[in-house]
């Protein structure tokens, strides 16, 4: 029998992404099955490690996952990566009370930039009518906003919430899960989420989701199919890299070697939100061409929000790829709160 080579994955994957009648094995499984017979006849050597964590990962993961936001590394983490870089100017200090309305202005504006360019697309925002009118502008659509009533909270149904917790003082406690802050004191705007199954349920996720990603990052690296630098090897097994993007690169370190130029996408305010974007470089333009279009074939939630060639030091071609906010919680371990 012909065994499917790197070539044919992304075909695999294509052909497999209409929905599944009864009896017919699923997408992830198609994708799992694929991988593991091409690395159990090519590739021997890295055969346990990295079949365990693509095909664990997919079968498990895709078959029973629950989107919830994710928290969980240090600051000192994080690495500048290519593509929607956050860039903030600073500022002069406001010298007078007057200037206060103009740096609510700015946070909000900054929020609603956020917002626009990191949140995943289906996401719903909970938001004040001049935050409103603020994500309005930023090209959010109005279809995707939940005003909030005279009475704070009322837009229970949303996804995310983006206001300011000097105004709603019930904001932190409504949604728990700080996915970035812009501002400070009155003037401060945050962007939260709910957490699903309650705090404790999600605390709970967070723990057991960190030490997956951990395992998975470490795993990565010993397969040697994946060559990181000591600041981006150290993000790997610190779990600080969004477990999407841990898949994905298991995915394509099947197929060839890859070294990781950066992981990036901070979210600002939150020192523990984990890294959603890398950009890699391969061995060659057609490995290059195969693992764009194996990215790009993927549903939700392995679906990148951004995946293009991009330029990289030395006149050299990578690969980015880039996640959306929020982070799920239990693609790696098989299950979420709620």
């Known amino acids: 029998m012909q065994v499917a080579g790197p070539e044919q994955t992304g075909e695999a994957v294509r052909a497999a992404a209409p929905a599944t009648s009864p009896g017919v094995p699923s997408w992830s499984r198609v994708l799992a099955t694929t991988i593991s017979l091409w690395l159990s006849r090519r590739v021997p050597r890295v055969r346990r490690p990295l ?33 929607r870089p956050h860039v903030v100017r600073p500022r002069a200090a406001p010298s007078s009370a007057s200037s206060a309305s103009s740096v609510g ?65 019930s904001l932190a406690r409504a949604a728990p899960v700080l996915l970035a802050s812009f501002g400070s004191g009155a003037s401060m705007i945050e962007v939260r989420a709910p957490a699903p199954g309650g705090a404790a349920a999600y605390q709970h996720a967070v723990r057991a989701d960190l030490a997956a990603r ?52 901070a979210s600002p305010g939150v020192p523990s939100a984990p890294l959603r974007q890398a950009v890699i470089t391969g061995p060659d333009a057609r490995a290059l061409a195969a693992a764009l279009a194996l990215a790009r074939a993927q549903r939700t939630p392995y679906q990148p929000a951004q995946a293009t060639v991009v330029g990289v030091s030395g006149g050299q071609q990578g690969l980015l790829i880039d996640f959306a906010a929020p982070s799920p919680l239990g693609l790696l371990t098989g299950g979420a709160p709620g």
Not at 54 to 77: D, N, R, W
Not at 237 to 246: E, F, T
């Open 51 to 83: 079949a365990l964590l693509v095909i664990g990962v997919l079968v498990l993961g895709a078959a029973a996952v629950t989107i919830a936001v994710f928290a969980g590394t240090s600051a000192s983490s994080r690495g500048a990566a290519q593509g």
């Open 105 to 169: 202005e700015v946070a909000r504006a900054r929020a609603a930039a956020w917002v626009a360019g990191e949140l995943g697309s289906d996401e719903t925002v909970g938001c004040d009518p001049v935050m409103c009118a603020a994500l309005g502008a930023h090209g959010v659509a109005a279809s995707r906003l939940m005003p909030l009533g005279p009475s704070g909270l009322s837009a229970s149904g949303a996804d995310v919430l983006a206001a300011s917790p000097s105004s709603l003082p």
């Open 214 to 265: 951990r395992s998975a990052g470490a795993q990565l690296l010993r397969s040697g199919r994946l060559v990181a630098g000591a600041r981006n090897a150290g993000q790997l097994r610190a779990g600080a890299v969004d477990s999407r993007l841990l898949i994905m690169l298991a995915m394509l370190a099947s197929q060839h070697y890859w070294r990781v130029v950066a992981f990036g996408d």
